[in-house]
């Protein structure tokens, strides 16, 4: 009779990979692959077998070791991440290479030069949920290491561990910078539960971390820092922790879930300052603190000369790229909530992904959906501003069955929204734009586009509003400025098919009709269902004399605006004083 008995024994078994390998590899594909195999066969390698450890294998981006002894396995780890963190001392952050390291003791499956089993995939789960640059042990083997290691480990209580079927208690070994043991985080003294999310989406940029060894550049990080705090906190609908709660942290190493935790927010901010011959280098990330995902990393290189006017062009940099990864997280996460559970923002979130679609059907869900959020929350005045350009666009789209009844819609919700915040610099963005369609008080209006950008001047949707008014108004030549500004403010956005139809519009104007055809096409790309597109590119090519392109738009046109005339769009709020555009319009052969 064959015996079929797997072989099986009791061991240490320590996973390791490396944090935001995806990343890195996005960034320096090749670069990230010999740092990595030198990291592995220069140091962990070794300091496994040093510590009577055996070397399983490697996993692509980490290694899978067995020890006899889970005392040897957790020294080896803690020798590993502090030589890591003495060869990352002379790297850019953003290019550091950080193991995450779990190890449990427990009974395996032997299997030639493999093995498998529980114990083994409790240690990858472990190696999951440990920070970068940290270690994360199991309750059974912190039983075993209490007393015999130098270093305290904290206890991060029951952790639910991907296919593991009961909660596991786990704890960890956080290493600072300097690749010594951090201090435990003490939580506050009031309060051992983590801090409740606000209703909005939450922030803190942490201190960015001098890497120049130069004084002088501590404070222009540090400077740096407040500006894009400052920058932040202008956009109402984030909740930004102040400077002095973000700022002590500085020095420490941080574990970025307990920074979440201890100020109650979702998102972080983290980052570095190098200075090297007459250049500045910024790195920045930004993290989902409950998850521990990175969401966004860039760095920016620049000129050190003008230390205040780089202090502003980097803030400028930082914020227009991740104020619109916050808005597009948030939106996914909104959308995979129970739609028991919404909340008036959650709906808000729900409706702009609609918006942007401008098609009929979206524009009549993002209304449907933000009317909810306003019965929920009647003093939410950004969901009434929103409702009411969603009632304007029906009108002018050609969309709406009662044209008066959606205008008067729009006037009255931009009406309440002021209302409600007539300090709120989106609001007062969107009130604008509806009152320059719908009523045509240019003075009103121009003022409120005006207080909007002053009030948030890294604001994509300030300056697309203020483009629009003042194009309305009669003022091309500022209008295409304020577009121009918002597309470097944001130049990915959602809604650019919205800027570059409008820019082109005042294109026209100035007779400027090459660019308005670049305007129109770059705007098409971005929707190519866009009807405002199509009249910006029949008008166009027609003052040029491309007449088969010229006809060729405005059959598109019709196509996607059916009930389309000019008297009938001028009607609707096209703007009667376009002169050129309408001119262009005829020229096409688009009907009277």
Known sequence: MTDNRVERRLAAILAADVAGYSRLTGLDEEGTHVRLRERLRGLADPKISEHRG????????????????????????????????????????????????????????????????????????????????????????????????????????????????????????????SGSAAAPIEPP?????????????????????????DPEQEYFADGMVEEIITALSRFKWLFVIARNSSFTFKGQAVDV??????????????????????????????????????????????????????????????????QPKLLQTEIALAARRRPENLTAYDLYLRAMPQFYLATREGLAE????????????????????????????????????????????????????LSLDDNDPDILALAAVISSFMVGDCESEIEWADRAVALNPNSFLAWGCRGQVYRIAGLPEEAVRSFEHAIRMSPVDPRLHLTFAGMGTAFIELRRF???????????????????????????????????????????????????????????????????????????GLPE
Not at 376 to 385: C, E, I, K, Y
Not at 392 to 412: C, H, T
Not at 546 to 566: K, P, Q, S, W
């Open 189 to 213: 003294v009031e309060s051992t539960q983590a801090l409740a999310l606000p209703d909005k989406p939450s922030i803190a940029v942490l201190p960015f971390q001098n890497m120049s060894g």
């Open 366 to 417: 993002a209304i449907k959906l933000a009317h909810r959020a306003l019965e929920l929350d009647p003093r939410f005045g950004l969901v009434a501003a929103l409702a009411g350009v969603c009632h304007m666009q029906s009108v002018l789209w050609g969309y709406a069955i009662d044209p008066k009844f959606e205008r008067n819609e729009a006037v009255r919700l931009l009406r309440l929204a």
């Open 54 to 177: 055996k070397v399983v294998k490697h996993t692509g981006d980490g290694v899978l070791a067995e020890f006899g002894s889970v005392v040897d396995a957790v020294r080896c780890a803690i020798e590993v991440q502090r030589g890591m963190a003495e060869q990352n001392a002379t790297m850019p952050q953003v290019k550091r290479i950080e193991f995450r390291i779990g190890i449990h003791v427990g009974d395996i499956i032997v299997d030639d030069n493999d093995i498998f089993g529980d114990g083994v995939n409790i240690a990858a789960r472990l190696e999951g949920i440990a920070e970068p640059g940290g270690v994360c042990i199991s309750d059974d083997a912190q039983r075993q290491v209490r007393g015999k290691v130098d270093f305290a480990f904290e206890d991060m209580g029951p952790q639910n561990l991907k296919n593991i079927v009961e909660p596991m208690r786990a704890w960890r070994l956080r290493m600072n910078a």
């Open 514 to 588: 090459n660019e308005a055809i670049v305007a129109g096409k770059k705007a098409l790309r971005q929707n190519p269902s866009f009807s405002a597109a199509y009249r910006c590119l029949a008008s166009a090519f027609a003052h040029l004399g491309r007449d088969a392109e010229a006809r060729e738009a405005a059959a598109r046109l019709l196509e996607v605006d059916r009930a389309f005339t000019i008297s009938e769009w001028t009607a609707r709020g096209g703007q009667s004083n376009s002169k050129l555009l309408i001119e262009g319009l005829r020229k096409a």
């Open 257 to 322: 879930k307990e920074v979440g935790r201890r100020l109650g927010v979702r998102y972080v901010l983290e980052g570095s300052v190098r200075k090297a011959s007459g250049k500045v280098r910024i790195s920045g990330q930004l993290i989902d603190a409950v998850t521990g995902t990175h969401i966004w990393a860039d760095r920016f290189e620049r000129d050190l000369t003008d230390i205040f006017a780089l202090q502003d062009e980097v803030t400028v940099a930082v914020v227009s790229a991740i």
